[in-house]
């Protein structure tokens, strides 16, 4: 039921964000709208804790800042070797242990190497990533872990 609670809500902001109109036949078009939305997701059997991942919504804005700093890193890193004469590129192909247990976590952990520039999730096994990167040091940093402990840390 808190799954149902929590997409009712979300949806609803969802749609108060993106309308930015509140007269009331809008906003009776729009609780209809996210009521029916609801009651036929409900039918189709799809709400559950991976597609509304509330065990997240307080874990997940500090790795997204963490994140979000990697990504500024990664950027500057990829723009130094591009533009800097005698810098090299040294292109790496390896597998990188999955430890994450949650379907969630494991695609969140994939995604966040591909939104940093220079890296890039080829593809997903069971128990590991096959993974390319631009340089050495890309790939030594994924294999040290601290990206994947921190998504872990969402699991707990």
Not at 7 to 16: G, Y
Not at 102 to 113: E, G, L, P, Q
Request: charge should be negative; glycine fraction near 6%; aromatic fraction near 6%.
């Amino acid at each position: 039921m808190r799954y149902i609670i929590g997409m009712v809500i979300t949806l609803s902001l969802f749609w108060l964000i993106n309308s930015g109109m509140y007269s009331g036949l809008l906003l009776t078009l729009g609780a209809l709208s996210v009521l029916t939305v609801t009651w036929l997701l409900h039918r189709m059997d799809v709400v559950d804790h991976e597609s509304i991942p509330l065990h997240l919504l307080f874990r997940a804005p500090p790795y997204l800042l963490w994140l979000a700093g990697q990504i500024v890193l990664s950027n500057l890193d990829l723009v130094r070797r591009v533009w800097r004469p005698g810098a090299t590129t040294d292109p790496q192909v390896s597998r990188v242990a999955l430890e994450q247990s949650s379907n969630i976590c494991r695609v969140t952990y994939a995604n966040s190497i591909n939104l940093t520039p220079g890296t890039l999730t080829v593809e997903m096994g069971e128990d590991s990533l096959l993974v390319h990167t631009l340089s050495r040091e890309g790939l030594e940093s994924l294999t040290e872990g601290e990206m994947s402990r921190r998504v872990s840390k969402l699991e707990q």
